[in-house]
């Protein structure tokens, strides 16, 4: 009876060993769904259209680009663009964790142009300042394709 005892004992710490290892956040992301729901697809439009309404401004900054003004271009970078990281991280959160990766890839990337055009602009650099621009808004434009058509 004692052996038998032991064996349950056993059995037990096993089973709930594996409905634990189960019910991991890893596991649950790998089952995560395929599709938006409402509430997602909503997040997600409130969350698009706070970085939807700094790019509107990007017009003004390629404006300052092309006139060389850098000091402004720093200050437009710093000041209306200095969330666009953490904006951008906020929609990818709420992105299907297929789109995650890319994503934040993307958001890095334009990340890393705003800050290059940042640095051209103090070094007066105009090839430099255009180039990172011109990046700048291909991956804005790529993020912005990673989300839902609603």
Same mark, same amino acid.
């Given at each position: ?9 056993? #059995?037990? !710490?096993?089973?709930?060993? %594996?409905?634990?290892? &189960? ?10 769904? /395929? ?48 969330? #666009?990281? !953490?904006?951008?991280?906020? %929609?990818?959160?709420? &992105? ?10 993307? /958001? ?43």
């Amino acid at each position: 009876m004692k052996r038998f005892h032991s064996f349950i004992v056993i #059995l037990l !710490a096993l089973v709930i060993t %594996v409905v634990i290892g &189960l019910g991991t956040p890893a596991h649950a992301a790998r089952q995560s769904p /395929a599709v938006y729901t409402s509430d997602q697809l909503d997040t997600l439009q409130k969350y698009a259209a706070n970085v939807q309404a700094m790019g509107d401004s990007l017009p003004e900054l390629g404006a300052l680009v092309e006139a060389e003004e850098w000091i402004h271009v720093s200050n437009f970078i710093r000041g209306p663009f200095g969330e #666009l990281r !953490a904006r951008l991280s906020r %929609v990818t959160r709420n &992105l299907l964790v297929k789109d995650q990766e890319q994503a934040r890839q993307i /958001a890095k990337k334009a990340a890393e142009a705003l800050e290059s055009l940042d640095r051209a602009a103090q070094d007066n650099n105009v090839q430099a300042a255009d180039a990172n621009y011109a990046a700048f808004l291909t991956l804005y434009d790529n993020f912005f394709s990673l989300l839902p058509k609603s």
